[in-house]
């Protein structure tokens, strides 16, 4: 068991720059003797910045980096920046020159020149080189060879932000639901108001922190060479683990009044404790050049598992840190991911009771999510002669709705047989995003997001335009279009509505 003294903890500043101090140790012990260089001017640098809502690839690449640090420089703190300007951002300007800056800067940097920098995005039009910050610094940084386990995390985590296909229980994509999340810390009582509040970027830090390092452990220790499996991955080993920490998670926290609560709760525990390592969703995978998955395989031609999943970590956390901090820890995962939850049931349930008749426009409708519309596209026959109407659900989501995104694609994958496009406007980010139904083409879907750019720019471009494409490594076009995101706020709005995409979906018809 990983042990945090009254002392240590003290001497750190607190519990949570106690466990980001002793994850960077781990991490360093594993590192052992692999030779690195740090970059030059490292006795000018005194913070570390990444973008707002940063990934799992940044987080492994900042403990990483940290954990090479001189002590002094080990809890130097983290910033979660937003850019307001391509190239006269002020703040970037005055901070950039002493920090260490990971995820942006590749394409924009707001004027500023960093004093170390490891991002992977490139400008429109040129080859990515790395699939990730992670990789980027390991190849920068080491100079002799890493090792394999610390290797074989890392790799996982390249993989998934070039290629996707993270499963739903993966670390990376419950990072997603901390950053969305404000925890309830009291309810509302007689002339007194609830308190709630949102993590900060060293509190999430410490958390994904925790959970990396544990994961590092795990693989070091816990792999069996006559399987060639990690004792970990036995359901034997987690199940239990992980149905006593919801159970306990389930009857502190102050969510449980919530009438979509049980619900939410029931759900993720369902499939928490039916993720099943078996299943083609765990493996990492590409996309092969007809559009299926196809399992990514080692050196031994043998699939390989994703191992930073939830219901593993579940159980390494409270062994290592301990039942009291290890349930600390792993509670604000759940209770992000049933907030997550319970606002997809509240989106889900009202597109239902408004959106009834798929024969009609729905020009506007005032919802308790925010306003809806449905938009039905002119209809045409397609190969097998058949008529097809696609339709565009446009939502103006409210400011204290997160995750409606899910929602709204869920909803027109049962509906309208996701055959159709989902507009979302975000009021908390002022940003939109644009996503196809699965059952849109790969070419329909390319057309699209090109006209869109022809008529609103690039966000990439300078000056920047409106909308950012989100390409894989193979160069394949993601689901979703980007009208900015959280931070990158000097994108300039886009003016589309659901209106004005009919009209584009239906000029792209008329001319295929």
């Not at 100079?143 to 890392?154: E, F």
């Not at 007689?190 to 410490?206: D, F, G, L, R, T």
């Not at 369902?270 to 092969?288: A, E, P, Q, V």
Request: hydrophobic share 40%; net charge neutral.
């Amino acid at each position: 068991m990983i042990k945090l003294t009254p002392d240590y903890i003290k001497d750190a500043g607190g519990l949570l720059p106690a466990l980001t101090l002793r994850s960077a140790s781990i991490v360093r012990e594993i590192i052992g003797n692999t030779k690195y260089n740090l970059p030059q001017n490292i006795d000018k640098l005194n913070r570390i910045i990444t973008h707002k809502n940063p990934h799992l690839d940044e987080y492994m690449a900042i403990l990483i980096f940290r954990a090479v640090l001189p002590p002094d420089k080990q809890l130097i703190p983290l910033e979660e920046m937003v850019l307001s300007s391509t190239n006269n951002d002020q703040v970037a300007k005055a901070t950039w020159p002493s920090s260490a800056v990971f995820g942006m800067g590749g394409v924009h940097t707001g004027g500023a020149k960093p004093l170390i920098m490891y991002d992977e995005h490139v400008k429109s039009g040129q080859k990515k080189k790395n699939g990730s910050a992670t990789s980027l610094m390991l190849h920068k940084l080491f100079v002799s060879n890493i090792p394999i386990q610390l290797l074989q995390l890392c790799e996982e985590v390249d993989h998934i932000d070039a290629f996707g296909g993270a499963h739903y229980k993966h670390l990376g994509i419950y990072i997603k639901d901390l950053h969305d999340v404000h925890i309830l810390l009291k309810k509302a009582e007689i002339k007194q108001p609830s308190i709630v509040e949102s993590m900060s970027p060293s509190w999430k830090e410490a958390l994904i922190n925790a959970c990396i390092a544990t994961l590092l452990i795990s693989i070091v220790e816990k792999f069996n060479p006559k399987t060639e499996n990690y004792l970990f991955t036995r359901k034997t080993y987690w199940e239990n683990c992980l149905r006593d920490s919801l159970e306990i998670y389930a009857k502190n926290t102050l969510l449980n009044g919530n009438p979509n609560f049980r619900e939410s709760f029931n759900e993720v525990k369902k499939r928490s404790l039916g993720y099943n390592w078996m299943r083609d969703d765990t493996y990492l995978t590409k996309r092969s050049t007809d559009g299926k998955k196809v399992k990514e395989l080692d050196r031994n031609n043998k699939p390989i598992q994703q191992l930073a999943v939830m219901p593993y970590i579940a159980a390494i956390c409270q062994e290592y840190w301990g039942p009291v901090l290890g349930q600390i820890i792993l509670s604000h995962f759940w209770e992000a991911r049933i907030t997550r939850q319970m606002t997809f049931l509240r989106v889900r349930n009202a597109l239902e009771k408004e959106l009834k008749d798929f024969s009609k426009n729905y020009p506007f409708i005032n919802s308790e999510v925010g306003n809806i519309s449905l938009h039905l596209c002119n209809s045409f026959t397609v190969l097998d002669g058949s008529l097809q109407t696609p339709v565009v659900i446009e939502v103006n989501a409210r400011p204290d709705i997160i995750n409606a995104k899910s929602a709204i694609d869920d909803f027109l994958a049962s509906y309208c047989h996701g055959y159709g496009y989902a507009l979302l406007h975000q009021q908390n980010t002022g940003t939109k995003v644009l996503t196809k139904g699965k059952n849109i083409t790969y070419d329909e879907w390319v057309k699209l997001c090109d006209l869109l750019i022809d008529i609103e720019g690039n966000s990439d471009e300078k000056p920047a335009g409106c909308w950012h494409k989100i390409e894989n490594m193979e160069g394949k076009l993601e689901s979703f279009l980007l009208n900015g995101n959280a931070a990158h706020q000097y994108v300039p709005k886009s003016s589309i509505t659901g209106e004005g995409l009919k009209a584009l979906i239906d000029r792209i018809h008329e001319e295929m």
